[in-house]
């Protein structure tokens, strides 16, 4: 229950938060391969999913033994405690950065004793009706230990009277709405199951015969896995040493799916491949609808490292303006314990990012980055071209504003924090003193992504929400993952 | 969720494992005092009922704030966490020392959401059918996160439907049997119970006029607070900003009460007071009545530091032997992780204690312990007395030999370990090599107690077990606190 | 001296190591500014120059605070460590990875007391007649208590006899040869050092009246202070609370001025500006270059990050062939404390870096990178781009093959290691699976850097060494810095 | 350089810091013996020399290694590091505890290299002339890295010119003043000294055929080696692979001897001999003598633990009043992180001490200490005591007032702090609150050791120092060891 208060974010983060990263490989040959650090390096793989916590839990066919800690996986994580994670099913977790006084509790997987045994559940989604049914559950008698939505999914599952883990996992989401991708361990199986709507991603890998489950492609690049398919919106799959059998059960209203087109925006590794869609490729179609949408007269794109790059490159072969290295980002940037004391407020976007003088200088620039939240540092960046030299700052964002909540799990802060909710463009564009400011429209980012408008969540952009949400189900921002 | 693996016990303990302490205060005077310091000063003063992790939790009144980790007091806290910890009621926890893998995860005060709010529990004893409750709670859905009983009563009291959360209580434990101390913490109250044999004990202090819960006396002394009274078997306290107000509900059959006569032995400090007995003053009439039952002929008396000093010298007085410092303990030994390789293997007693040479050499001696747990220990004492010098060594123990599990609380690990319980006297003395060899007679420690037979639970020595225990009951080691 | 194994290098660096970064400032107005904090970002801003420990001392004017500790600048310092460094002059040291018994003892800044105060020394570089001073040194009778040069020079430095510090430096200068730049702080005095050849870099900034000094430009724009001008090969710059006075006295034989190539080519971060050449702008060309010299018939242009991106833009504007993004990297890397077993060994470039799939498959790449040092990254990364579906692959390598040791603080390792001094061209290319291999030839690499050769130390390439290098100067790696 | 805050003394100790602790051993038949890991049970032993800092060095023949660190023998090492420290000699040194900036610089052993190899230096006690030197050699060109009189020493030696380390030693003595125990490590030698008057003890111990150097004898006894000798005042003992020779070189002025008096009075262990005597009977005589002294008409004899334990023993066997346990220890106390608020500070000495009320109560108290210095914790001490139902209480102190400052190693602190200094006994009697106060005389010490009055130091308690003492030599105290 160590805390470390991060100033982090308060610092030199201006983005919406992360979501949460799930892994899990079963080894039907048991002990052939080292579970614990191949889980090890597929959270790697996908720490950019979050930051505060991470986790690794295994089955040795028996018992599941559990390590979590606070920090990134590299800091939770070394030999000795690897060495002491033994089994033929591994399963892990990293959990996004926030505050608050709980935190290692909410640390996942959150590992259980029920009527059959133990459980390990990691979750990445948001569910909408969670408070409702924690209400019900513990009006029923059930008492909880941690603020998140796993607990009352273990507990949904714990109540069921199916012989079948399965079964019962089936009959538990029955009763959940919202985002859930869902890696579930058992002393003998790994479950991954998808919201209806497959808000979050979760894909199937292949490592020799051992069947790998990530939020995200890339880490079975990283670890050497094929990529099998994506687990299907509505779908449970269950991997035991007799393979993977599927259960396609849960259907959407109408069959509607909608994967969160913010994935694509920013959430995702740029590697990763999401329902048959690079990451990389949709970027840099952003960006190039986006120099079709608001052309600019300037010499020079740039992009605001990191997700911002791929766009700008796009943007520079649609306008046939030249792509440049405006903006330097300080590799060992990700953590300092320093408190923001007005001196260094002044120059926290210096700590993270540099203007390159003699790219800049005396060139009309467009500054390419992936969205706006707040504004307070899409406005220094513009100033540091400005005092780089630059004639003229073009800000283009390669997604449409941010007007309404979301509630399947990215943290936009309230709604008032949402310069796009609450400011015109205009305003926006003086906020940020730049010579002009444009967005892409949301069609051009639904273009860019080429999946169809109906299969893609775009709420936090136009209001149009897959789910039902209702007014109770805003929920504390931190019980999110 | 981290880990140490410490040698401590391994290396040189040949004792009981220690119990574990609870303590509470609330100010019905918002803030008036810094509770959280005040707890941990408490805890402080109970650190010798469990070495292995330690928690506080705090209400402001609303919420519930927690914080535990693996270690000592001193190391699980320190000035910026207590700064943190504000609040109007607290609760604090010291465990005993085990290994483990999820050992943090069973750290105590266990904070949990239930219908009515937030609640922290913490316990001392052990539960004979928490099994059996488990059980049948898992078959209704229930999940368990920890192996402790505390989530066992957790879940028992979330179940009540009673409007007063001390009317949940009165009716949850109901259902347990063992042995209890108990101090549980809602947003506005302190409840403190004890089994209605009081097998544990649990006393009520005042400081000014925050009233104050503590498995020992001594931590009264320590914070300044004055002695009320003790917990009664069977009694539910419950103090909120109105004051304490008794609910004496819970019979045992008979009304029979059984405190542990091994709090008197061992594990109490000497300076508490338990049902009105000091431990210090029994201690050292055991040690009388020791000299009276097994007087030795001999030149001096020593005790084994630290629980053998006291009978020491009450042997001393009734003798008439002198009594003399022949064993000093090195003040810093309690934590040692260096790993017991076969050099030190041989010196490990040496780590910890070491005769005084001048004071024992020609001398034939009484070497006086508290108890003989596995005899390990005894033998190379009695060795390193007579490469000391002493002419011959007379063991006296200030208690009857164990020959019974305890199914209470304390780890009397399987009775195979126990030497009492698998050899004769006449074969323990050969195996320490002492030139002679008694134990304390159960009347003699009954009488040096003071408290008649049928309110002391000597289970351990004669296998009278105040509460039926079925065979079922038997729960791994690491369950109990 | 707490030392800790870190696998890092061993598991996924194939890269030259590297320096150390140097960092002074000086407050003539005491205390306006948190001149330990501005230290610190200054340091961050240099953290690329070394990662194996960080430092900061300050003088309060009279005395010298220090802390300095094993780890990452984020690691090593937290608020409550800054806020005790109160002071009118900071410096601070990072340095470069290694492993070795004695680190913690090399840790700069060196703060020594001798007969005219106390003195912190800075060092970034390599003397190589340090041995010979040593010895002279010892035979004098003096001690040594680290492998620094730094400890070395401050022998010298307290052995002379001058009423002025600055004296003192300068005389004490004339005595060693090799590669130095230097930031020495005495009570009231910043001092800059640098070599007659001018081989390490240190630039001169202001921020409002506080000089600042520091091995790299970056620092200046991250803590927002103006660049002055580069401290000239040869002078000593004397900072205190009346301003900065020059003595420019020990010129090189026949004033020949040598900067270090590699600076350019790897070292330096690409937004800093050493010798008044922009970094980035020399990588670029030395991209443009490349294509010029070694064009290839091929679809896209990647660089391998982080310092290969540049030139593959250079390339790609000069051969006209698109640049895409063809290897992302895992922005947690940098640490990780997993040993390297055999089966992550085969995993290691993938846990660092990753191929996109869409972008590269079905091409004919031209894959820049910086450097090969020993083949086994560059083959791995070539297998990546196969495996993602490149039809060929052609290496184009921005600077010439390393086929001469440094003397001057790299750490080239032994001339065994580095695969261009002991393979030809065609081998290499053979080695590491390439379809074609090519490297910029010196000239170029001069050219794109702008400097006339005898203005530039280029030993590495073409063993022309600005110094006489003895043979006895082969000093131990881990002395270097 | 980590620096930890310690609040320990501030809130709970109001005793003279400790001294040092020195320890080496040399393995003629390499590696039998885990030297590193017998060390650290040697240090464990002396831990109550000094708890500030930890080191342990060792030579494999070549080279030195070493680690030391901030904290406890139990913090600084674990098996992994003892694992690396492989050798066939090794020293080791704890050092006592107190505040600065520089804390780990100067913690030991410290290792130097100098013209003839390595060496590792322990030092207890002080260099009165150490500054002297310090100018002198300061003036010729030395640096100075701590402010440890071993960098004096070891830069003396270092200066010599003979062929044989052991002459470079002897040579190097003679310039020094003050108390010195010392043991220095070369590749292949272990070398003990001690100061011509013998004010630091330093025995001479076997462990089969292993010489063992110790501040005190106990850690013998817990390695399990046997008592050989001390080592005589002025001599220097050689160690190495063909045993030990002895140099006995350096006598005092007159050949006068003087082990300082306070060694036994409070800073050994009970169980160590130091020049023959028991410190334990020395201990329990001056009890005796004391009550001789100073009879009191009392019920009931306690001593303050733990160092006045022994002498209330000879107290009462003297004054035929029985002794009791009337003070218990917390025996975790030892370290507290928590800072000293005025709620705390009310507390302070009951975390540490509880009065035994069944003891107590009704009866008049013989209070015996071993030493008073500031008076508040005696103060403190009888208040308790009184509040557990004293009748009265009589303090004994078991050694005369201290009077005059220590400047051989005692931290004294300046005379100012002393109470027994500025106040008379009547005033100090009012000051404690104490019924009546009495010291043991001077001439009542010297005998209760048994070593004549010119053979002792009691510069303290009558400020007749053995070695003449300038006004200038009055050093910091952090310098001292």
Redesign the interface.
Known sequence: ???TARYNNGLIEDKLHEECGIFGILDPNHNR??LA??A??GL??L??RG?ESA?IAVSNGEDI?????MG???EV???SI?D?LKGIIATGHVRYSTTG??T??NAQP??????KGSMALSHNGNLINANEIR?RL????????T?TDS?VI??LI???REDLVEDAVKNAIKEIRGSYALVIMTSDKLIGVRDPYGLKPLSIGILDDCYVLSSET?AF????ADFVRDVKPGEIVVIDKNGLRSHHINKSPGGKNAICAFEYVYFA???S?LEGV?V??SRFKAGKYLARESPADADLVIGVP?SG??SA?GYS?ESGI????GL?K???V??????P?K??R??EV??KL??????IEGKRIVMVDDSIVRGTTSGKIVQMLKDAGAKEVHVRVSSPPIIHSCYYGIDTSSRRELIGATHSIKEIRDHINADSLAYLSLDGLIKSIGISAERLCTACFNGVYPIDVSKESNKYLYEKC
Do not use: W
């Open positions: 229950m160590e805390e391969y080292d650090r191949t090890y390096f790697f793989a720490q950019h930051q986790g033994l559990i390590h979590k800690n990134l996986v590299s994580f070394d030999d690897l002491k006084s709980s290692l509790t959150l590992v259980v004793r029920y009527y209400k513990e009006e029923s008698g059930t008492i909880f230990q603020t607990e273990a507990n714990a109540r069921e890339c690049d990283t670890i050497g590794r740029p590697d491949i690079s990389h490729i990191d790059i791929v490159m072969q030249p792509y440049g290295l330097i300080n590799r060992y990700g953590r300092t314990f320093i408190s004391s001196q260094i002044e120059i210096k700590i540099n203007a390159m003088k003699p790219v």
